[in-house]
């Protein structure tokens, strides 16, 4: 299967900072890559499909680019309400496979 | 408005079986493969099991291969997740998902999520 390692495991960072997120793919997943968020309690929330599509009511400070192996998540200027996990997530290949997550926390 | 609603989860000792459902609104549920993605507390999300939009075709991850089943029945537009030989690994907050096509094993992203079902085991 195709592992995804998510880089750093951690972000420490202000709001108005910009936040960078890592994803890289064991193997070529073409642009197939999904980013979600995630809170505390809550489900993970799509924010990014296919590289670089926003999903629906996601603002336009996140954005996402890559290819192949290599994958990132952008959020240009950090509000509160993004501090959160962040998952990647590839659909290339089955099986489905999730990155470990990156913690983007308050610094 | 899509809506996935997963109930039946619970506390089970190991080696006991439980049964998900996953109660579907807003879409037809016959049009659709779904899925099913479980978290274990504090840990990452991994993907378990696929059916096709009709249930004659099933996909599943090697760690619940052999002791999950699951099914569908359109008519009541509900998905399930039948568990059995349970072990403390399989300790989970259970996501239902749909899928973009009727085909499996289909390659998604997921736009809808319902609030999960947590199944604990534990002696």
């Known amino acids: 299967e195709i592992v995804l390692t998510q880089s750093p495991a951690t972000l420490s960072l202000s709001p108005g900072e910009r936040a960078t997120l890592s994803c890289r793919a064991s193997?070529?997943?073409?642009?197939?890559v999904a980013w979600y968020q995630q809170k505390p309690g809550q489900a993970p929330r799509l924010v990014i499909y296919d590289t670089f599509n926003r999903a629906t009511g996601i603002p336009a400070r996140f954005s996402g680019s890559g290819s192949g192996t290599d994958f990132t998540l952008t959020i240009s200027s950090l509000e509160p309400e993004d501090f959160a996990v962040y998952y990647c997530?590839?659909?290339?290949?089955?099986?489905?496979?999730f990155g470990q997550g990156t913690r983007l926390e308050i610094k | 408005e899509v809506q996935l609603v997963e109930s039946g989860g619970g506390l089970v000792q190991p080696g006991g079986s439980l049964r998900l459902s996953c109660s579907a609104s807003g879409f037809t549920l016959s049009g659709y493969a779904m899925h099913w993605v479980r978290q274990a507390p504090g840990k990452g999300l991994e993907y378990v099991s696929v059916i096709s939009n009709e249930g004659d075709s099933t996909y599943y991850a090697d760690s619940v291969k052999g002791r999950f089943t699951i099914s569908r029945d359109n008519s009541k537009n509900t998905l399930y997740l039948q568990m059995t030989s349970l072990r403390p690994e399989d300790t989970a907050v259970y996501y239902c998902?749909?899928?973009?096509?009727?085909?499996?094993?289909?390659?998604?992203?997921?736009?809808?999520w319902g609030q999960g079902t947590l199944v604990t085991v534990s002696s």
């Open positions: 998902l749909t899928s973009r096509t009727t085909v499996v094993p289909s390659m998604d992203f997921f736009d809808y």
């Open positions: 193997q070529s997943v073409s642009r197939y």
């Open positions: 997530q590839q659909r290339s290949r089955w099986p489905i496979t």
